[in-house]
């Protein structure tokens, strides 16, 4: 059955799968969309014949008319469409992991995904490695999770920590430490660069135990996410030097395919992969 998607956010991840749903690359229909800018909307309306248009949404709430909510719109944005998206019975996919590090949401959206008959997606976004976490923490043999992130400079601007600390990114000239703490507080403190760290502890040993490292390094050219993990299992490290997208250097292209992977899987006979 081919199922119908609405998006929220018509920014870099959200117009990559709509093109992936116009081109047929996962079989779905784009029914709705919702963005704060009607250029972008139309953007992504275009992509589409007339005949096969998605249509604007005037409000959140029109997107639960679609079978599959997805949220790229950024982590404000999460209170307002997960827990209604999954009362309406949606399947719901969220980019924007780290808002779950306030732990009373996320007590709320998990209790959603519980209670109705919608499921909550976290893909693995522009980390790899989380089908081994996963596997292992289930079995209770994960110790530790750590993730050592590296952008260039540019890409952590905005940053509320960056800001609070007045760390001046131009003047970095060699690659430097700018945060380490638990994932928790990563995510809260670069809402735009490392939901990757929450994806990892949900799959892994929980937020405030996760370990996470972001450094600024002035001649990176990739974002790239390196996961160390040990535990009964052995010693798990992956890491992904990551093509930023064009159009937003903060988000990898990985992370915007890792969505559209994780939605064609929604329709799938055949999973590969833990
Ligand atoms: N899990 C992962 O691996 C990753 C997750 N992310 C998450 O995904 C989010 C989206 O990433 P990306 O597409 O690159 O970001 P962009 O900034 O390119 O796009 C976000 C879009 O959402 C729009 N938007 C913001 N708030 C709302 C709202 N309340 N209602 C409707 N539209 C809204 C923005 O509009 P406007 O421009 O007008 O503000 C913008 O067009 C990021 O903010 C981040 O939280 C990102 C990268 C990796
Ligand atoms: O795209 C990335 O490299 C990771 C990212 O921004 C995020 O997790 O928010």
């Given at each position: 059955?081919?199922?119908?998607?609405?998006?929220?956010?018509?920014?870099?991840?959200?117009?990559?799968?709509?093109?992936?749903?116009?081109?047929?690359?996962?079989?779905?229909?784009?029914?709705?969309?919702?963005?704060?800018?009607?250029?972008?909307?139309?953007?992504?309306?275009?992509?589409?014949?007339?005949?096969?248009?998605?249509?604007?949404?005037?409000?959140?709430?029109?997107?639960?008319?679609?079978?599959?909510?997805?949220?790229?719109?950024?982590?404000?944005?999460?209170?307002?469409?997960?827990?209604?998206?999954?009362?309406?019975?949606?399947?719901?996919?969220?980019?924007?992991v780290g808002?779950?590090?306030?732990?009373?949401?996320?007590?709320?959206?998990?209790?959603?995904?519980?209670?109705?008959?919608?499921?909550?997606?976290?893909?693995?976004?522009?980390?790899?490695?989380?089908?081994?976490?996963?596997?292992?923490?289930?079995?209770?043999?994960?110790?530790?999770?750590?993730?050592?992130?590296?952008?260039?400079?540019?890409?952590?601007?905005?940053?509320?920590?960056?800001?609070?600390?007045?760390?001046?990114?131009?003047?970095?000239?060699?690659?430097?430490?700018?945060?380490?703490?638990?994932?928790?507080?990563?995510?809260?403190a670069?809402?735009?660069?490392?939901?990757?760290?929450?994806?990892?502890?949900l799959?892994?040993?929980?937020?405030?135990?996760?370990?996470?490292?972001?450094?600024?390094?002035?001649?990176?050219?990739?974002?790239?996410?390196?996961?160390?993990?040990?535990?009964?299992?052995?010693?798990?490290?992956?890491?992904?030097?990551?093509?930023?997208?064009?159009?937003?250097?903060?988000?990898?292209?990985?992370?915007a395919?890792?969505?559209?992977e994780?939605?064609?899987?929604l329709?799938?006979?055949?999973?590969?992969?833990?």
């Amino acid at each position: 059955m081919v199922r119908s998607v609405g998006i929220l956010g018509c920014g870099t991840i959200g117009t990559e799968i709509a093109r992936a749903i116009a081109t047929e690359t996962v079989p779905a229909t784009l029914s709705v969309v919702h963005g704060q800018h009607p250029d972008r909307v139309a953007a992504v309306q275009d992509q589409f014949d007339t005949d096969s248009q998605p249509r604007a949404a005037e409000s959140i709430s029109d997107l639960f008319e679609a079978d599959i909510v997805i949220e790229a719109a950024g982590q404000d944005a999460v209170d307002d469409v997960a827990i209604d998206a999954l009362e309406h019975g949606c399947e719901c996919l969220l980019m924007s992991v780290g808002a779950l590090a306030d732990a009373e949401l996320r007590s709320d959206v998990l209790e959603a995904a519980d209670a109705g008959s919608g499921r909550l997606h976290l893909p693995s976004g522009a980390i790899a490695g989380l089908d081994a976490i996963k596997a292992a923490a289930l079995t209770g043999e994960l110790e530790t999770a750590t993730l050592q992130t590296t952008k260039p400079p540019s890409g952590l601007e905005g940053a509320p920590y960056i800001d609070a600390n007045d760390i001046d990114l131009d003047a970095i000239t060699e690659p430097t430490v700018v945060f380490e703490g638990p994932a928790n507080e990563a995510a809260s403190a670069f809402p735009s660069n490392i939901n990757v760290a929450m994806a990892l502890s949900l799959a892994g040993i929980g937020p405030s135990e996760t370990a996470v490292e972001i450094v600024a390094h002035p001649d990176a050219e990739t974002n790239t996410h390196t996961i160390s993990a040990t535990g009964g299992m052995g010693r798990i490290e992956t890491t992904v030097e990551n093509v930023p997208s064009p159009t937003n250097p903060k988000t990898s292209y990985l992370a915007a395919i890792s969505a559209i992977e994780k939605l064609r899987s929604l329709s799938a006979t055949v999973t590969v992969g833990t």
